[in-house]
T-cell receptor, first 116, second 109 residues
């Protein structure tokens, strides 16, 4: 199946710094990518929908200035957690839908962020 | 009320048992129903999906949707220790997926 790669898979940072997480579709073009946040023993919470070449659509309650999303190309979307705080510590997962496919989503392996 | 409800478990079964995982949903607008498997510290991977009602079988896995009762089920036959993971149900349309909380399954030898 199609491959979605996330980087880094694990990051620790100090409070107040910004962290960028990349999501790449390796063997297909993704017009739409999604960013999720997952807490331990909790469901995946959709944060935003990222469309190539346009602004991301954020879900209610997600701070746009806190979680900056850029989808500059058909194979790359980035999530930047700005001025991170310990409460931002979580598992962030991206998914991508193939441009030619109306069904299946392919998920990255996730990025675990720990803010000290 | 959550849009997709799923018992988080954990569910522990012996190897070879038949496992039944269930979810209920409240919004009838979305017609796609999916089951994802997620191993520890990994992203989810799609197991099966169905459109609208009915059953779908793939090897040891059977997905079932009952739209009259708004019930989604995944059955695993002859469960193996390698099936130990968290199983997430999801309901969605083209650009939106709503996940259940996930059920943690442990299959012991």
């Amino acid at each position: 199946g199609a491959v979605v790669s996330q980087h880094p898979s694990w990051v620790i940072c100090k409070s107040g710094t910004s962290v960028k997480i990349e999501c790449r579709s390796l063997d297909f073009q993704a017009t739409t990518m999604f960013w999720y946040r997952q807490f331990p023993k909790k469901s995946l919470m959709l944060m935003a929908t990222s469309n190539e070449g346009s602004k991301a659509t954020y879900e209610q309650g997600v701070e746009k200035d806190k979680f900056l999303i850029n989808h500059a190309s058909l194979t790359l979307s980035t999530l930047t957690v700005t001025s991170a705080h310990p409460e931002d510590s979580s598992f962030y997962i991206c998914s991508a839908r193939e441009a030619a496919n109306t069904g299946e989503l392919f998920f990255g392996e996730g990025s675990r962020l720990t803010v000290l | 009320q959550k849009e997709v409800e799923q018992d988080p478990g954990p569910l522990s079964v012996p190897e070879g048992a038949i496992v039944s995982l269930n979810c209920t949903y409240s919004n009838s607008a979305f017609q796609y129903f999916m089951w994802y498997r997620q191993y520890s510290r990994k992203g989810p991977e799609l197991l099966m999906y169905t459109y609208s009602s009915g059953n779908k079988e793939d090897g040891r896995f059977t997905a079932q949707v009952d739209k009259s009762s708004k019930y989604i089920s995944l059955f695993i036959r002859d469960s193996q220790p390698s099936d130990s993971a968290t199983y997430l149900c999801a309901q969605g349309g083209y650009n939106k997926l709503i996940f259940g909380a996930g059920t943690r399954l442990a299959v012991h030898p």
